[in-house]
């Protein structure tokens, strides 16, 4: 069975700190990995990785995929309370058909 | 960039009839489409996996005569919830495949079945 595991699954840290989130997987016929964010409504992307050890940034956030380990892992730096949201990690798969499975999901709130 | 416009954003109807939520790529082909439905605090769950030309591709545990799926053409997508009951009303988002540059999400249809 296809499989997205997220952790933490929640997490309450400070304006100014440093998070990382955890994504593992174990799907077959592995594409890449997609990281989202979520606040109130439909997710908004962040990054696509297909490639092992290639660190994408935008900002402040940063993401890196190890397709040896079977996981990936979403930096964020310096949160600001607009960071707060629920940070999904989707692999996206091709078995003949395409198919995105998701974790469940990080929820993440930065308190002032 | 890339655009999916999904609706209604929401819609109330009564125990028993039928609704229908449209998801159209407005600035590009979508082949494939996914309809996701999501629990309040809880992730995205796949429901099907819409196929231009062909049958959509259900989930396990997903109902098909249920959860009606139409992918008439290459910028559309039809999700119909048959004979909907409260247990249905969730949030119903769909999103759509650009090449291997990623998905784009609708905006998300909101159901409440009275």
């Known amino acids: 069975e296809d499989k997205v595991v997220q952790s933490p699954l929640s997490l309450v840290v400070h304006e100014g700190d440093t998070v990382t989130l955890n994504c593992s997987y174990e799907v077959t016929n592995f594409r890449s990995l997609l990281w989202y964010k979520q606040e109130k409504k439909a997710p908004t992307f962040l990054f696509m990785l297909?490639?092992?050890?290639i660190e994408k940034k935008s900002g402040r956030l940063s993401s890196i995929l190890d397709k040896k380990e079977l996981f990936s892992i979403l930096n964020i730096t310096a949160t600001q309370t607009g960071d707060s949201a629920v940070y999904l990690c989707?692999?996206?798969?091709?078995?003949?058909?395409?198919?995105?499975?998701f974790g469940t999901g990080t929820r993440l709130l930065v308190s002032p | 960039g890339a655009v999916v416009s999904q609706h209604p954003s929401w819609v109330i109807c009564k125990s028993g009839t039928s609704v229908k939520i449209e998801c159209r790529s407005l600035?590009?082909?979508?082949?494939?489409m996914f309809w996701y439905r999501q629990f309040p605090k809880k992730s995205l769950m796949l429901m099907a996996t819409?196929?231009?030309?062909?049958?959509?591709?259900?989930e396990q545990g997903v109902e098909k005569d249920k959860f009606l799926i139409n992918h008439a053409s290459l910028t559309l997508s039809t999700l119909t919830v048959t004979s909907a009951h409260p247990e249905d009303s969730s949030f119903y988002i769909c999103?759509?495949?650009?090449?291997?540059?990623?998905?784009?999400f609708g905006s998300g249809t909101r159901l409440t079945v009275v």
């Open positions: 297909t490639s092992s050890g």
């Open positions: 600035d590009f082909q979508a082949t494939t």
């Open positions: 989707a692999v996206f798969m091709n078995t003949g058909f395409q198919k995105l499975v």
């Open positions: 999103s759509a495949v650009r090449g291997n540059y990623g998905y784009t």
């Open positions: 819409s196929n231009e030309g062909s049958k959509a591709t259900y």
